[in-house]
């Protein structure tokens, strides 16, 4: 039995999905196209390696978790609409009246990007596992990596501007 994971093993409580088979938890055909580090397994005996059912979200949070965690998606639309409209604002508005500069055409450009990373999801619907242990990563599923680097791009984005923003300038 040694290097095969069953599914739950050593997890008390209700089972949320049944699973009766056995996955390869020292697979390297997995490599490039799932996150095998993002496995949540333990060794429950020195020959017997337990893993929990992805996606680990149904066994670590209450029940409606999954019921509420899609409202930051449609929050991120209506900020979506807001930063476009605070962009066409910015063009549209002679410059005296907007006070438009580039740190605040910078810093809402990212938080249009940020948005953006939450919006994806909505439209695609992506599967978050690969298999039964092992989520996605941004080699398995496009809709995983476009919103991974928006997001990265959108928060860093946001904080090197807001630092710029408030950063005190030097006196002369």
Known sequence: ?????PIGCGISGNWRRS???QLDYHSTRLTYKAEISARFCSNATTELTCCLP???????FADKFDAHAPV?????????VCNVLLLLTFAVVPE?????????VSMTVSLLLLALAFIIPLGTKPDLCYNDITPHNMHSDMSCAWTGALFLAG????????ELCYMPLPSS
């Open 155 to 162: 928060a860093m984005g946001v904080i090197v501007w807001s």
């Open 96 to 104: 005296e009246k907007s006070h438009r500069h580039y740190l605040s």
């Open 54 to 60: 992805c996606p680990i979200t149904h066994w670590v």
């Open 72 to 80: 930051a998606n449609y929050v991120s639309i209506a900020a979506f």
């Open 1 to 5: 039995m040694s290097g095969t994971v």
């Open 19 to 21: 699973v009766s088979h």
